[in-house]
């Protein structure tokens, strides 16, 4: 397909269907995105409350020095003309702690073997070998790595089909060094002997290059975006809501929104999940054994968080993220029990500005199933009743009581809190049953559990989480995946390369 001035319409303005946006608006195309919300930006989104701010989804980011691959693609996009970084510790950007033990992830290769090597001096080779094999699965993709040619697709085969309990089973079998190794799995709510080691790989690799917070918060990126539509001619409307795909024949032509509007469309592009988009378009369009498929995809779990506004220069800012387990491995802490919930969490604080000494506000995140809040679904913020609000308050002060074990004396600088559950996220993100990172890779399930960018109507289009992989980097291959549709591969890897020259 090529551009002339042609109609693309972007339901959702996630990071997916902003930055569709940008690469076709930059290419001619002309591009409207329509987002449900009052708030553009999805997954980017930040709230305050009481003069302190919060992110709602991403919470840091990865490989984002000059020469790596998201601050290239940064760069293209023209966000870092409006947005600033601020790196974690490259000492220890990620805490680990079992049971009371703490381990410090360093950046970059040399420096990780070296402090692992530290914790496991008879490890090394392995921790050699374990760096090897990520850096040979993550740079066997073409995207993950901006290499316009495949390197090693052998190597990247045997990746997805392989468990990150197997692949570590071959590096190493000392059980406490895997437990590290897989310190950061909330990240991407891995499990043992379904999640692809591709996955690991990617994201390991992703934030051992360098890791940052965006200061001021992440929804500073959706408004970068937002702008750089509009100043290409494109529109990012709000409060419409996406309700119907119209199609003639066998190609789509429009989209309808809840208040009535219609917007003529030579493509559609949905940054929603699939099985949202099903709901939009006439059943005979989609084979049934699809739309089976689609409605059964497992979805990674789901996040119960607090959200912490602290007494003014009391909590010293932490310049890491730190990751807590209340027992000696990161495995199984989704299957909780009500007794014993939580088992682990993620604990980090909000980058106002560069050189921070104190921390205004701060997140606490674990796991939590859909389940244990689908009695409210169904009912709206704010609007859930005394029970859910007991229940919220509940949790909340078991999960303050277990982070406390890390950080004695947390609550006394608690000035107040704020709670979410995986309604809140489905609310505000429009992600399936609020679950944390979309659809759940899984090796026992193969290609079922895959979702291509593709459709069977050819001018409807999928990104977002799902297509590809959740994250930052995950999220900007799958527009690029995307976008080749209608520009070529080619073409975005070489914008890509002119914008950094």
């Known amino acids: 397909m090529t551009s002339g001035g042609r109609q693309c319409i972007i339901i959702g303005s996630g990071l997916g269907g902003l930055s569709c946006g940008v690469v076709l608006a930059r290419n001619g195309w002309h591009v409207t995105v329509l987002e449900q919300n009052a708030q553009p930006g999805g997954c980017l989104q930040c709230f305050g409350r009481d003069g302190a701010k919060f992110e709602t989804g991403m919470h840091y980011v990865g490989s984002a020095l000059p020469g790596q691959v998201l601050h290239s693609l940064l760069r293209y996009l023209g966000v870092l003309d409006d947005v600033q970084l601020s790196q974690l510790d490259p000492e220890g950007y990620d805490h680990y702690s079992f049971d009371g033990k703490v381990y410090k992830m360093a950046t970059g290769r040399e420096a990780l073997i070296d402090r692992l090597s530290h914790y496991f001096p008879s490890e090394h080779r392995n921790i050699v070998r374990y760096c090897d094999l990520v850096e040979q699965v993550a740079g066997a993709s073409q995207l993950h790595s901006l290499k316009h040619v495949e390197t090693d697709a052998a190597v990247s085969t045997r990746a997805q089909i392989t468990s990150m309990g197997d692949a570590l089973d071959s590096i190493t079998g000392n059980q406490e060094l895997q437990h590290v190794l897989a310190g950061n799995i909330p990240l991407y709510a891995a499990e043992r002997d379904t999640t692809p080691f591709t996955t690991h790989a990617f994201i390991m690799d992703f934030y051992n290059q360098s890791a940052f917070r965006i200061v001021g918060g992440s929804d500073g990126i959706a408004r970068s975006l937002v702008a750089t539509i509009k100043r290409l001619g494109g529109d990012v409307l709000t409060c419409q809501k996406a ?259």
Not at 252 to 281: K, Q, S, W
Not at 363 to 378: C, E, N, Q
Not at 479 to 485: D, M, N
Request: proline share 4%.
């Open 243 to 501: 309700t119907k795909i119209e199609c003639s024949g066998n190609l789509a032509t429009g989209v309808i929104t809840a208040t009535g509007n219609r917007y003529p469309a030579d493509v559609v592009i949905a940054g929603v999940h699939p099985a949202r988009l099903m709901t939009m378009v006439d059943p005979q369009l989609f084979r049934p054994v699809y739309r089976r498929r689609i409605a059964q995809l497992p979805e990674t779990i789901g996040g119960f968080a607090i959200y912490l506004n602290f007494n003014d220069g009391q909590v010293p800012y932490m310049n890491y993220n730190h990751y807590g387990y209340a027992q000696a491995s990161p495995w199984g802490c989704e299957h909780y029990t009500s007794s014993d919930w939580p088992r682990g969490y993620l604990y980090m604080h909000m980058c106002d500005s560069h050189r921070q000494r104190y921390a205004h506000s701060g997140i606490i995140i674990s796991y939590m199933r859909y389940s244990d809040v689908a009695r409210w679904a169904g009912t709206r913020v704010g609007h859930r009743g005394q029970d859910y609000d007991d229940f919220k308050r509940e949790h909340a002060e078991r999960l303050l009581d277990l982070v406390e074990h890390d950080f004695p004396g947390l609550r006394s600088h608690v000035k107040s809190y704020y709670t979410s559950t995986p309604l809140t996220y489905a609310d505000y993100t429009g992600t399936e049953r609020g679950s944390m990172y979309g659809v759940a890779k899984n090796i026992n399930l193969g290609s079922a559990c895959r979702v291509h960018h593709r459709t069977r109507v050819p001018n409807l289009l999928l990104t977002g989480q799902n297509i590809n992989s959740h994250g930052a980097l995950g999220v900007l291959v799958g527009t690029i995946v995307t976008c080749s549709e209608l520009l070529t591969s080619e073409r975005i890897f070489n914008q890509i390369l002119q914008a950094n020259q």
